[in-house]
Nanobody, 128 residues
Framework: QVQLVESGGGLVQAGGSLRLSCAAS????????MGWFRQAPGKEREFVAA????????WYGDSVKGRFTISRDNAKNTVYLQMNSLKAEETAVYYC?????????????????????WGQGTQVTVSS
């Protein structure tokens, strides 16, 4: 069992930056994949980024590549999402998720159905 709690959301102007945190508790393993997804009103939940708990591999959605950075601090059991150059259309609820499976390719980590645990989400609002 894993519990995930997101924080760091808020209101930011377009072009600004925000850093989200996901604090994990319970059993965490080095082979877990931690992911970030976002969901805007009326839209499907969208893959943003993922990282292995070891930090050895990362994956990004095409729309955020080069602007967002996912990282982790194993000592704090925390995953971060650094978001730079934010756009108004990226306003959404951002969710942290954990995948305990062994698959380690883009099509697995980018699929919301592959994740076993989810946080409650944190609202990010980007004003234009």
């Amino acid at each position: 069992q894993v519990q995930l709690v997101e924080s760091g959301g808020g209101l930011v102007q377009a072009g600004g930056s925000l850093r989200l945190s996901c604090a994990a508790s319970g059993r965490t393993f080095s082979n877990y994949v931690m992911g970030w997804f976002r969901q805007a009103p009326g839209k499907e939940r969208e893959f943003v980024a993922a990282i292995t708990w070891s930090g050895g591999s990362t994956w990004y959605g095409d729309s955020v590549k080069g602007r967002f950075t996912i990282s982790r601090d194993n000592a704090k059991n925390t995953v971060y999402l650094q978001m730079n150059s934010l756009k108004a259309e990226e306003t959404a609820v951002y969710y942290c998720a954990a995948n305990k499976g062994s698959g380690r390719n883009y099509y697995i980590v980018a699929d919301k159905r592959a994740y076993d645990y989810w946080g409650q989400g944190t609202q990010v609002t980007v004003s234009s």
